[in-house]
């Protein structure tokens, strides 16, 4: 068991560790989406590489559906992910998400750490790959739907 500071110190050490063995410019919160972003997630069970879609209930739904209707090819290229429209982060968020995870790994154990790290790159590679082929699908609608949830709401408090 450790301290809350060695933990720390260990995920620390851990994404700085990453970071030097794979240095890669990753997209990350930056796709272009507003309120969709790719995440590394590791903790004392299992690492996971996600998609995370958040925004208003609308909006996740409209981007959930996008992924759901590209998910043939999504599975061709992040294979082995679970699809979750209502997926609760541990501070009671909602929001939903697409995942791959890798159990029986903890960043509290430093002999996990390598096969982790090649687990993280790959899966966030592939999900890049997917975004590199796709994101204009994704941003043309979006900026769609942005637009006609903008009307909505101006037409909406104009009524009242």
Not at 118 to 132: A, G, N, P, S, Y
């Amino acid at each position: 068991m450790y301290s809350k500071e060695e933990a720390a110190k260990l995920r620390q050490e851990f994404w700085i560790s990453f970071g030097k063995s794979f240095p890669y410019k990753w997209t990350l919160y930056k796709t272009g989406v507003k309120n969709l972003s790719f995440r590394f997630y590791f903790d004392t069970k299992k690492a996971m590489v996600c998609i995370d879609i958040e925004g208003s209930e609308e909006e996740r739904r409209e981007c959930f559906e996008k992924m759901c209707s590209l998910k043939g090819i999504l599975i061709e290229i992040f294979p082995e992910n679970t699809y979750q429209e209502h997926y609760f982060l541990e501070n009671g968020k909602e929001i939903s998400r697409i995942w791959v995870e890798k159990s029986q790994v903890s960043i509290h154990n430093k002999e996990t750490w390598q096969q982790t790290m090649i687990f993280l790159h790959k899966r966030m590679l592939q999900i890049e790959t997917f975004w590199e082929e796709y994101q204009d699908f994704f941003k043309e609608d979006f900026n769609h739907i942005r637009r006609y949830i903008l009307r909505k709401t101006i037409f909406s408090s104009q009524e009242k």
